[in-house]
């Protein structure tokens, strides 16, 4: 089985930075793509940004400049670093990753999701 783990989230002034991990674990063969999605109250879940194993990126047009998704290949893990935050950055982020595992099953994971609170 395959797991994915946050961390990283918490409280911040407006201006101020977080980085988020996500560490993938489990009988996994490939990782596809990784990427962060998130959710704040009354909204729908948008997809923030994600990385590809060939380190190609996309973002949703409210976070580029500020925020930077990498991808260690080696550990399985994927990383947001997030600057110049927002109020309306404030969220439940959730990691997921496109992956085969050794069973040669392609699935879509998600994380528990860590929230992020950017306070004005």
């Known amino acids: 089985q395959v797991q994915l783990v946050e961390s990283g989230g918490g409280l911040v002034q407006a201006g101020g930075s977080l980085r988020l991990s996500c560490t993938a674990s489990?009988?996994?063969?490939?990782?596809?793509?990784m990427g962060w999605y998130r959710q704040a109250p009354g909204k729908q879940r948008e997809l923030v940004t994600s990385?590809?194993?060939?380190?190609?990126?996309n973002y949703v047009d409210s976070v580029k400049g500020r925020f930077t998704i990498s991808m260690d290949n080696a550990k399985n893990m994927v990383y947001l670093q997030m600057d110049s935050l927002k109020p309306e950055d404030t969220a439940v982020y959730y990691c997921n990753a496109d992956i085969t595992d050794y069973r040669n099953i392609r699935n879509l994971y998600r994380g528990q999701g860590t929230q992020v609170t950017v306070s004005s």
């Open positions: 489990g009988y996994i063969f490939r990782i596809h793509t």
């Open positions: 990385i590809t194993g060939g380190n190609n990126t």
